[in-house]
């Protein structure tokens, strides 16, 4: 499961981070993930129960935002959202077909590839 991996490197990444603080506990921690990401948020749920296990975010909640994608022409200079065009086979594949709605050039995604942290609900020890 492609999730497990991803969420685990996340809750390295925030745990190290929590380190700093001298914690009561963690109520939640919000994540940014990106539609091109192909995360399925019931399996990054599951994922984050499993691995939060017996660390300082067991019993956090995962709060999981929708990064749309958005994408640049290079031929037509446009910036912005693009409906995607799915390949037949996405489901096996995995990779929508994208082009500019402009002109139909090539493009690059400058946003929904990310999977990042966004914030952290923490309470510190007075
Ligand atoms: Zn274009």
Known sequence: MHE???VTSI????IDELSKYNLEKVNSVTIMVGALTNLGDEQMQFAYEIVTRGTVLEGSELVIE????EVRC???GYWGPVSMLTDPDYETHSVPI???PE???DIKVVKGMECTVKCMDIEEVE
């Open 4 to 6: 497990v991996s991803v």
């Open 74 to 76: 290079e031929s037509c």
């Open 103 to 105: 002109c139909k050039g």
């Open 66 to 69: 929708h990064v749309p994608v």
């Open 98 to 100: 994208l082009s500019c």
């Open 11 to 14: 809750v390295d990444a925030v």
